[in-house]
């Protein structure tokens, strides 16, 4: 097992300049004695030594590992997230004084399972006057759902957010499609320490694009998206395979996390993005 998972991060990790020295932190590693769950354990720590990429880690699946998130286990595991987290739409919400919260936890969904809890959020929220996205207990979600939400929020106009790139092809663009239902209101985004990866990303392009203020916590820094590799029946490997490159800063958020506009303690950015849009309102009122 040890000298595929040393091929595979040699051979497939994105950051090829840190590939061998992560590879070669796994030779001579003693895994005696060790359980599955502590042997996943170990090896993660191994892994995320050389640069503490989070993405980069070994899972313990006591229902087995699987090769691929678009296989039968994995598919099967999306669908009944999906059905228990409305895909990712944790809360929405009318606050009063016209503003609404969606709140978005704690994963969003594959694309074609979170599209309608999104556009349905969207219908509900399209007359508000301020929007606050609440993405404090966020962990993730992949760039086509995001680009989904994006278009929600962006113009008439397809909008280029990102470029997936691998060691070795094409890099895959990620651009919004116009929403029918489009929130032009002033935006929000509250984010926390433990806000991550997918969830990072939609902060990333909205604050970047200039649509939006955060709020809140610097992120917790990853932006490799990752491929699921079994190691075993039931030690799985995430490996990052492609690097994130924003459309308009030409870099991502990894290992240094979205830092926001308005700094200030998680707890407290609902109640400081509330004011901060009356406070807007209050201006675009005065003569």
Request: glycine share 10%.
């Amino acid at each position: 097992m040890l000298t595929r998972l040393r091929d595979l991060v040699r051979d497939r990790y994105v950051l090829a300049e840190d590939a061998p020295s992560i590879a070669d932190g796994l030779t001579g590693l003693d895994l005696r004695d060790l359980d599955p769950a502590a042997t996943a354990e170990r090896l993660t720590r191994h892994l995320q030594r050389v640069n503490h990429d989070r993405h980069l880690r070994v899972r313990h699946r006591p229902d087995g590992a699987a090769t691929g998130f678009s296989s039968d286990a994995y598919r099967a595991l999306h669908e009944a997230e999906a059905r228990r987290n409305a895909g990712g739409v944790e809360r929405v919400h009318l606050l009063g004084d016209g503003v609404g919260l969606l709140r978005i936890a704690p994963y969003l969904s594959p694309v074609h399972l979170a599209e309608p809890h999104i556009r349905a959020a969207f219908t509900l929220l399209s007359a508000v006057t301020g929007l606050v996205i609440d993405l404090r207990g966020g962990r993730g979600g992949t760039p086509s759902t995001v680009a989904l939400l994006c278009g929600h929020l962006l113009g008439e106009e397809p909008v280029h957010l990102q470029d997936m790139a691998q060691r070795v092809g094409t890099p895959h663009q990620f651009w919004t499609t116009p929403a029918a239902v489009r929130v032009q209101a002033p935006v929000r985004v509250l984010t926390s320490r433990e806000t991550f990866s997918g969830c990072e990303e939609l902060a990333y392009n909205l604050q970047a694009l200039g649509r939006a203020t955060v709020i809140g916590e610097t992120t917790g820094g990853g932006a490799h998206p990752v491929e699921a590799i079994a190691l075993t029946d039931v030690l799985e490997l995430h490996l990052p395979v492609a690097r994130s490159v924003n459309a308009v800063t030409g870099t991502n958020w990894e290992q240094v996390g979205v830092v926001p506009d308005v700094p200030c303690a998680a707890e407290d950015a609902l109640g400081i993005a509330i004011e901060d849009l009356a406070m807007k309102d209050l201006a675009q009122e005065s003569p």
